[in-house]
Nanobody, 115 residues
């Protein structure tokens, strides 16, 4: 079983920055993919960014060039640095780990960008 806990959400003005962190705990012995998804009110959950154990990354189109995903394998922690934030980035951000074919999710952290 894997548990994920996010931190770092909050309120920021447009153009500002935030850094989210997500720590995974549990029995994790194999390569995995960690990352972030987000869901705004009335919208489907969408990809923000993912990163594999080996450092390969994938970004959603709307965040490319503004967000950077990274991870610390020794700490089983994934980060996303979010720069040049826009009001449309407002959403609940969920941490995800795909491990041995199973998706695990954190409870989510609210990010609100004011105009």
């Amino acid at each position: 079983q894997v548990q994920l806990v996010e931190s770092g959400g909050g309120l920021v003005q447009a153009g500002g920055s935030l850094r989210l962190s997500c720590a995974a705990s549990g029995s994790i012995f194999s390569p995995n993919v960690m990352g972030w998804y987000r869901q705004a009110p009335g919208k489907q959950r969408e990809l923000v960014a993912t990163i594999t154990t080996f450092g390969s990354t994938n970004y959603g189109e709307s965040v490319k060039g503004r967000f950077t995903v990274s991870r610390d394998n020794a700490k089983n922690t994934v980060y996303v640095q979010m720069n040049s934030l826009k009001p449309e980035d407002t959403a609940v951000y969920f941490c995800n780990m795909r491990y041995l074919g199973v998706d695990y999710w954190g409870p989510g952290t609210q990010v609100t960008v004011s105009s």
